[in-house]
């Protein structure tokens, strides 16, 4: 299954993405939650129950809505550095021995097809095109063997990030680098397992149709199961939690001369069976509030 969430006429639920259409859950299985994380939340049942209207007559085009992030607020989003071999050697960097494991705050999830805000602060705005995995049970000390138990699905993810704030900061700062409002677009389905192989699909990222990255995710150094895994072993993971598996190379703060992110420039960033998500970086507006 492809689980969206979409807005149309004001309203925004759930539904099932099919060849671009889409069938309206809150129309065929109206007890289901209209919302993302409830719906995981309610786990197998949950999932038991939309896959039963898989053959339903579709409701709307693509065309006609609007698809949004699959969740507006992950309770977590976590991410692993330096996790293809390939990035790791042109950031001149050892292969690590464990997961480099940073976070983005959850303010910062974005739409798949939202703009991107450069802020005033940076003139090294980055792109990196990630597999994400979304959870999907309540778990801790999950073995390798039993990661593929909680995976709800899994998802495009952009890691864009304000390299002078992440490397060039003393001391260096990545949840600052990375976490700035918009800096997290994701989608634009959540995929479920039984459709995709995680470690054997492309990746591809292109700026203003310039291809810049492209790689299979069997270059992965720690694979989807490792990270659950490791990450599972310090802390509770939750239904919605989104995890970014990392980048390959080709990240614009490692050309010459940098490829960094100008305003204007779109960013889509592709993978093999999950579809594409594209955002437009603009200035970033006015966006001081105080509620």
Known sequence: MKLITFTESDRTRIGLLQDGQIIDLSEVAPALPKDM???????DAGMQEAANHLDATPHFSVDDVVIEAPMKRPPKILAIGLNYRAHAEESNMEIPKFPVVFTKQATSANGPYEPIHSPEETNMLDYEGELGIVIGKRCRRVSKADANKVIAGFCILNDVSVREW??????????????????SPFGPAIVTPDEVDP???????????ALRQETNTDDLIFNCYDIIEFLS??????????IATGTPSGVGAAMQPLGTLQLGDRVKVEIQGLGFIENEVIAEPDTAFIQ
Do not use: C, I, Y
């Open 37 to 43: 994380l409830a719906f995981l939340e309610a786990g």
């Open 166 to 183: 992440q490397f060039l900061a003393t001391p260096p700062q990545f949840t600052m680098g990375k976490s700035w409002d918009t800096h």
């Open 199 to 209: 470690h054997n699909l492309m990746l591809r990222t292109f700026v203003n149709d």
């Open 233 to 242: 072993t310090a802390f509770t993971l939750e239904p919605g939690d989104v």
